[in-house]
């Protein structure tokens, strides 16, 4: 790339980062088609586009963020993973970037990784006062499992790190396997999964219970043999942390037991189940109060508890999108014993619930009172839930 054309690649390259640091955005597309480049940003969850700069700058563009991560610039049949370090605000921000080969060149995301925004802290993140305290009595224990549930983009990795923060006091030996590490977390042990060396879930975390843990956090059970191994972990007096992609907090039971782990293991070794959802927050400079339709509440039970509800309208505060920020829905329950007992017994998803719902709300109920406090809308709530 001669000096000339180079110039403005990297003024674009900045603008974009700028503009994504500006909006809080959690990842960065480029995507070039046949006669169009368009540069996107997922912000509160959502795509926004941001750009759409000439198509003749695509390769030189994207070979210059190649270049800036470490990757091949020459290789472009095959997908490419690295990482970029930028300064922002005088801290650092870490970009991951992914390259993938396509018909009209290849696509790049990026993920920005930025510690700061993260707040990566169990008060921060937005728990309401009874599921934090109860969660925390959880975490307080010596040994067992507690399994973080959800879709991708919930959350669930930014709860396990503040959970590992909130454990991480120096009398610990904290172990993690991860995939990939999204953040580097000071005094705990990080193991990237490596599929090309072989470190698998599994294998990473048999190595770890030869480093002499207290805690381990295994970024998410798979398999059978990650999963067995976690139980077998907890059994011998350690607290594992984990995540699981299941739709309920309770599902992670049947989705465990369809592995393959016998249930009187589970009923012994599982201490508490979160699911969690992110919706996004309404700006609170322009959304209007108004009242739930017939419709509305026959498709979200206990809608008609509520008198009113708030909608996003859109301002300049919040580029006129109706939404600023994003908070979480969270369901936790603790297996007393009681559930425990149930568990060995096999019982249904529907029976563990009608206990666990008598101790505890569901997401659900997390969402009414988001609803009734104009935190956010009916279609986020909806969105979410339904996933």
């Not at 003024?11 to 959690?26: D, P």
């Not at 169990?122 to 969660?135: E, Q």
Request: proline share 5%; net charge negative.
């Amino acid at each position: 790339m001669d000096a000339e054309n180079e110039a403005p690649v990297i003024r674009l390259i900045n603008g974009i980062f700028s503009e994504a640091l500006r909006l809080s955005a959690s990842d960065i597309h480029i995507e070039p088609f046949e006669r169009e480049l368009i540069v996107r940003l997922r912000v509160d969850g959502a795509m926004r586009e941001i750009l759409d700069p000439p198509r003749v700058l695509a390769p030189m563009l994207i070979s210059r963020i190649k270049v800036m991560a470490g990757l091949d610039i020459a290789e472009k049949r095959q997908p490419q993973d690295g990482r970029i370090t930028v300064r922002a605000a005088g801290r650092p921000v870490d970009i991951r970037v992914s390259t993938l080969p396509g018909i009209h060149g290849e696509r790049v995301v990026m993920r920005l990784l930025d510690k700061q925004a993260a707040q990566l802290t169990l008060d921060a993140i937005g728990m309401p006062p009874d599921t934090l305290a109860a969660y925390r009595r959880a975490l307080a224990r010596p040994n067992g499992i507690l399994l973080n549930t959800g879709p991708t983009g919930s959350g669930k990795t930014t709860t396990l790190y503040a959970s590992l923060t909130a454990l991480n006091d120096r009398r610990r030996n904290i172990l993690t396997v991860e995939d990939p590490v999204e953040y580097a977390l000071p005094g705990i042990g990080q193991t990237p999964v490596n599929p090309h060396a072989g470190v698998t879930f599994a294998r990473g975390l048999r190595a770890i219970l030869r480093q002499d843990p207290d805690v381990i956090m295994i970024g998410e059970i798979r398999d059978l043999e990650t999963a067995a191994t976690a139980v077998q972990s907890s059994l011998t007096g350690h607290l594992v942390l984990s995540t699981l992609h299941t739709n309920s907090a309770l599902g992670a039971i049947a989705r465990l037991r369809d592995m393959g782990i016998e249930p009187f293991l589970l009923a012994t070794s599982l201490k508490g189940v979160m699911a969690q959802r992110l919706v996004r927050r309404l700006c609170p400079d322009c959304h209007r109060w108004r009242a739930p339709s017939d419709a509305e509440c026959r498709q979200f039970q206990g809608l008609e508890s509520l008198s009113r509800i708030a909608e996003p309208l859109g301002c300049d505060a919040c580029d006129h999108t109706g939404y600023r920020g994003r908070l979480g829905l969270y369901e936790f329950i603790a297996i007393d014993d009681t559930l425990a007992a149930m568990i060995h017994d096999g019982a249904s998803e529907a029976a563990l619930a009608a206990h666990a719902f008598q101790q505890t709300g569901s997401l659900s109920d997390a969402a009414l009172e988001r609803l009734a406090d104009g935190e956010t809308s009916l279609e986020e709530v909806l969105r979410a839930i339904h996933q």
